[in-house]
T-cell receptor, first 114, second 112 residues
């Protein structure tokens, strides 16, 4: 069965600093991996996804993530945090049954200090 | 703006009541999935409908049921509401089962 662990329920960075949000997954088959962002009182927006191919994935708003099979990780990074990046971030793995349902981690709240 | 709309945005129900939540999928999308997001947690998969048939179900009791209509809009019904059903309910539509899911803004359900 697939599962996702996000380390750190809250991460605080200064504006302009590196953002690193950690995600580890468990999957018995090659996974599809996702990062979503959720702003207050809104739904989820896809930041980026890994399915096959290049392990470094670039997404929207300057975010990127690297799939590391040996470490079962898919950490999200951004070189320079902006105030508008403050939100909740969810890592997810796609279930490999017929529904390809998303299995989410518990989320990491990113706080950006001025 | 994902083109997926949910109604209502908020509602309050009493324990034991029944509730229906609605979702209008993005045009051309034949797959809809519903998720429950409790406060401070990640979304959990409730079920998925593909071309009006249930195509997968999460670990939710039978009092959670759904429908998908020929125009691919969808409903989530919850009977015999419990306090723990208080959550944000998210609908996501996709072009097909294995393509990108687009989420609506959610319906915040409070059970008192």
């Amino acid at each position: 069965a697939q599962s996702v662990t996000q380390l750190g329920s809250h991460v605080s960075v200064s504006e302009g600093a590196l953002v690193l949000l950690r995600c580890n997954y468990s999957s018995s088959v090659p996974p599809y991996l996702f990062w979503y962002v959720q702003y207050p009182n809104q739904g989820l927006q896809l930041l980026l996804k890994y399915t096959t191919g290049a392990t470094l994935v670039k997404g929207i708003n300057g975010f990127e993530a690297e799939f590391k099979k040996s470490e079962t990780s898919f950490h999200l990074t951004k070189p320079s945090a902006h105030m508008s990046d403050a939100a909740e971030y969810f890592c997810a793995v796609s279930g490999m049954d017929s529904s390809y349902k998303l299995i989410f981690g518990s989320g990491t709240r990113l706080l950006v200090r001025p | 703006e994902t083109g997926v709309t949910q109604s209502p945005t908020h509602l309050i129900k009493t324990r034991g009541q029944q509730v229906t939540l609605r979702c209008s999928s993005q045009s051309g999308h034949n797959t809809v999935s519903w998720y429950q997001q409790a406060l401070g947690q990640g979304p959990q998969f409730i079920f998925q409908y593909y071309r009006e048939e249930e195509n997968g179900r999460g670990n939710f009791p039978p009092r959670f049921s759904g429908l998908q209509f020929p125009n691919y809009s969808s409903e989530l019904n919850v009977n015999a509401l419990e306090l723990d059903d208080s959550a944000l309910y998210l609908c996501a539509s996709s072009l097909d089962v294995n393509t990108e899911a687009f989420f609506g803004q959610g319906t915040r359900l409070t059970v008192v």
